[in-house]
């Protein structure tokens, strides 16, 4: 009899406490949320809350490392301040070519296209090789003794050979290459988004292409424009093997990853984080002025898509 009753009084607590859950809107189906979340707090909030602890854990101060940063005294220093200002160069250099370049093809091949397929693939072929094999090709294509340089020697064009790796060039040249197919495939998928009988229904209406791409094209393009660039910036100031084996990390393309690399196999700890760290902070500041810009040219629906 005493345990019916403790049965009873069990299953009347588990239907209390659904109860409770339901009204909170707690379902069965929000645990699977739960994994999700364990993971992103295991795998990303603790070690960038590390990070941020480390960055202030300097020898002389809680803002030493991020003093010793700005002030050029980290190891192997060849300029960090420099440093910044060569990675945001590259970075914002890099974003504005593939978008500008990626806009452009993506519109055009929205719609029916002879071969796109074919194009596509060639398109994303960089994408697939990596970083480390792109830069190994470049310096065999476009070094001191390249076949490009060799070819153009041959025909009498160049006196000597054309300084296309080991600088800046040649880092730009290499994220361009490992980051356009990047940015063509995100703005293809926004392009072909848009309903083809918008722009229809404006040629009705009298409308010529560059009225069309202007007034009903580029405003349903923009969030596609701002989330590409944004993440095609992330990708390319994040730079470090095109700038190690493409470029000269002595020197003029040292970039901010390079230092924290070689602060962190040096055990400076505390520098390391602090320079990721403005690198992060550096990369939102970018990111919420692009959201910022655009909000400030274009404020109306961006709602296009294909029904």
Avoid at 22 to 39: D, E, K, M, Q, Y
Avoid at 199 to 216: H, M, N, T
Avoid at 239 to 254: E, H, I, Q
């Amino acid at each position: 009899m005493s345990a019916v009753v403790a049965n009873s009084r069990s299953a009347g607590g588990r239907g209390a406490v659904r109860r409770w859950a339901r009204a909170r809107g707690i379902t069965p189906v929000l645990w699977l949320v739960v994994p999700g979340v364990l993971f992103m707090l295991v795998f990303f909030v603790y070690p960038l809350f590390y990070g941020l602890g480390l960055s202030f854990q300097g020898k002389d101060g809680p803002l030493s490392a991020y003093q010793a940063f700005f002030d050029n005294r980290l190891v192997d220093n060849q300029g960090s301040r420099e440093s910044l200002l060569i990675t945001l160069q590259l970075a914002l250099l890099a974003s504005l070519i593939n978008v500008g370049a990626a806009l452009p093809i993506a519109y055009r091949m929205r719609g029916p296209v002879r071969g796109k397929r074919v194009i596509t693939a060639v398109v994303l072929i960089p994408m697939t090789l990596g970083t480390v094999f792109v830069a190994s090709a470049m310096n065999n294509f476009l070094g001191p003794a390249g076949w490009f340089n060799k070819a153009l020697l041959t025909v009498g064009l160049v006196d000597e050979p054309l300084a296309l790796t080991g600088n800046f060039l040649g880092v730009l040249l290499s994220l361009v290459i490992s980051g356009f197919p990047f940015a063509f495939l995100l703005m293809l998928g926004y392009a072909s988004g848009i309903d083809p009988s918008l722009e229809k229904a404006a040629a009705v209406l009298g409308a010529d292409a560059r009225a069309r791409f202007r007034l009903i094209a580029l405003p349903l393009l923009l969030p596609g424009l701002t989330i590409t660039f944004c993440l095609s910036f992330v990708l390319a100031f994040g730079v470090f093997p095109s700038a190690t084996l493409v470029g000269n990390d002595a020197g003029p393309t040292r970039v901010l990853s390079k230092i924290a690399y070689t602060e962190y196999t040096n055990a400076q700890y505390a520098t390391a984080s602090a320079t990721a760290v403005i690198m992060a902070v550096i990369q939102l500041m970018v990111i919420g002025l692009v959201f910022a810009l655009r909000s400030k040219l274009y404020r109306g629906s961006t709602a296009g898509g294909k029904g």
